[in-house]
């Protein structure tokens, strides 16, 4: 157990609809980030958030959105989903503020898989 | 977008052998290059990393070389074995900042 939670662990939909995924990360942990994994492709960034404030944004489709809360869980949003949208969404989380120079240790979660059909 | 690229795409050796994954980065504002580990159904763990003023650190069986002038590292497993059969992603992280951007990841094997 790597101390990041993610829920659903699997998830089927429609096209059309919206689901939500949900994160817990690491006790002490403040930032959060969230990625996504499809077949055949490597781990491309979607967004961070630091203790409640979006610290970056990667390639994110703007019918997605997140959130961080006061409790520092965060919540990924996928709307009018698509077929494409089939894929692994992982959340990390790490102690990094993304403020300065270092290493910076990202703790994964299991994943949420999406299916859309 | 800052990119790195992860070469081979798969890789198969036998036990005992020293498969080497290569990885080439752009942005010459990185400052953290680690590895991460994925067994089909987990997520991303973190197996070995480096910073740029080092030029090869060895953990265990894992080992990465780095050449800074390249702008190129690279993991190499020594001894093995069909446990370390799983999907390896190198990364790198930005001075500003503390996302990672990751390579393509390699699906490696290791028979027995």
């Known amino acids: 157990d790597s101390g990041v939670t993610q829920t659903p662990k699997h998830l089927i939909t429609a096209t059309g609809q919206r689901v939500t995924l949900r994160c817990s990360p690491r006790?002490?942990?403040?930032?959060v980030y969230w990625y996504q994994q499809s077949l055949d492709q490597g781990l491309q960034f979607l967004i961070q958030?630091?203790?409640?404030?979006?610290?970056a944004k990667g390639n994110i489709l703007e019918r997605f959105s997140a959130q961080q809360f006061p409790d520092l869980h965060s919540e990924l949003n996928l709307s009018s989903l698509e077929l494409g949208d089939s894929a692994l969404y992982f959340c990390?989380?790490?102690?990094?503020?993304?403020?300065?120079?270092?290493?910076?240790?990202?703790?994964f979660g299991a994943g949420s898989r999406l299916t859309v059909l | 977008q800052q990119q790195v690229k992860q070469s081979p795409q798969s890789l198969i050796v036998q036990k005992g052998g020293i498969p080497i994954i290569n990885c080439a980065y752009e942005?010459?504002?990185?400052?953290?290059f680690p590895w991460y580990q994925q067994f089909p159904g987990k997520g991303p763990a973190l197996l070995i990393a480096?910073?740029?003023?080092?030029s090869e650190k060895k953990e265990g069986r894992f080992t990465i070389s780095f050449n800074k002038s390249a702008k190129q590292f690279s993991l190499h497993i020594m001894d093995s074995q069909p446990g370390d059969s799983a999907t390896y992603f190198c990364?790198?992280?930005?001075?500003?900042?503390?996302?990672?951007?990751f390579g393509e990841g390699t699906q490696l094997t290791v028979n027995p």
């Open positions: 990390a989380s790490s102690p990094e503020t993304g403020l300065g120079a270092g290493a910076n240790v990202l703790t």
């Open positions: 006790s002490g942990d403040l930032s």
């Open positions: 958030y630091y203790n409640g404030e979006e610290r």
């Open positions: 942005n010459t504002a990185f400052d953290y």
């Open positions: 480096i910073r740029p003023d080092v």
């Open positions: 990364a790198a992280k930005e001075t500003s900042g503390s996302r990672l951007t």
